[in-house]
Structures are given as structure tokens and as C-alpha cells.
């Protein structure tokens, strides 16, 4: 899994309009990468709609942020257009990036095991260095306490 003083995993990933986002992206400006299950649903939902209200507090510091899920460009499309998001979202489809950041893992859930994304927050500054690795976060509430963490950096 990923740790505060690692550098950023290398990625390249297509955002819902098909635009590629790179790992290299990441320098010169925080960014913000978490990753959530399953695109519309309502855990994943709240947490794209607080991080998009608070979006002119994160530009103001100079930060970017996306979201990564396995939907693909055309899911996360109908997503951002359904509830107005203004998060890039990345469609990791292969969950290459899911793998090198560690999220994809085995869950459980009623008694049965299978592998999915666990809801994770990486916080990366301006040198592309991971600041802050959360796994499991909860979703209400997350964006206000990323952004506190990304003011003081």
C-alpha cells in the first residue's frame, strides 16, 4: 500500500471526456486522487458532490482533484452530467492504477468476499510526493476534511 513520502504511482487514465490525465500531472500543484466503488451510487455520489462544492476552496490553494473508479468515460459522463460534478473523473477500467495505489482489495460484505475498491484519499504536493494516504475513508464529510489537510501543507 501506499505512504506518506512515497512518490506517486505512475498512471495514465482517460477522464469522462476522454481527455488523458497523467502521474505527471501531479507536479507543480497539489492533487488530490481518491478512488470510490461504483459511479451514481449514493456513498460515491455524496462524496463527488461535497468534493465538487468545494471545488473554488481547492483551486484557490492551487489543487486538483480526481476521482478514480473501473466505470468507463461513458458511465462517468452520465455521472458528472446527472448531478452537475466538476471532479475529473478517471475511468481506471484494467484497475491498473486501483493495484498500484492498493486500493482493489478483498471486502466483505454479509458474509461474502469478493474484490473491489476500497474508498481511498491520496493528498500529493506540488513534487508529486504522497503527503496523505487514506484507506477506508467515510464519505460525508471527507472533501471538508481533505481540504482542511491540504491547506496545511
Known sequence: MIQ??????????????MNIVKSS??????????????????????????????????EKLDTRIVGVSKDNCISHGDFRDKYG???????????KMCEAFGVWQEK??????????????FIIDTQGVIR???????????????LELVKAL
Not at 108 to 121: C, D, F, L, Q, W
Open 108 to 121: 466483505e460484505k454479509n458474509g461474502v468476499k469478493k474484490m473491489g475498491i476500497v474508498r481511498s484519499t
Open 25 to 58: 500531472d501531479c507536479s507543480g500543484h497539489n492533487f488530490v486522487v481518491y478512488f470510490y466503488p461504483k459511479d451514481d451510487t449514493p456513498g460515491c455520489t455524496m462524496e463527488a458532490t461535497e468534493f465538487t462544492d468545494l471545488m473554488t476552496e481547492f
Open 4 to 17: 506518506p513520502g512515497d512518490k506517486v504511482p505512475e498512471f495514465e487514465l482517460p477522464d469522462s471526456d
Open 85 to 95: 460534478l466538476t471532479v475529473r473523473l478517471l475511468a481506471d477500467v484494467d484497475g
Open 132 to 146: 496523505h494516504a487514506m484507506y477506508n475513508v467515510t464519505p460525508k464529510g471527507h472533501a471538508a476534511e481533505v
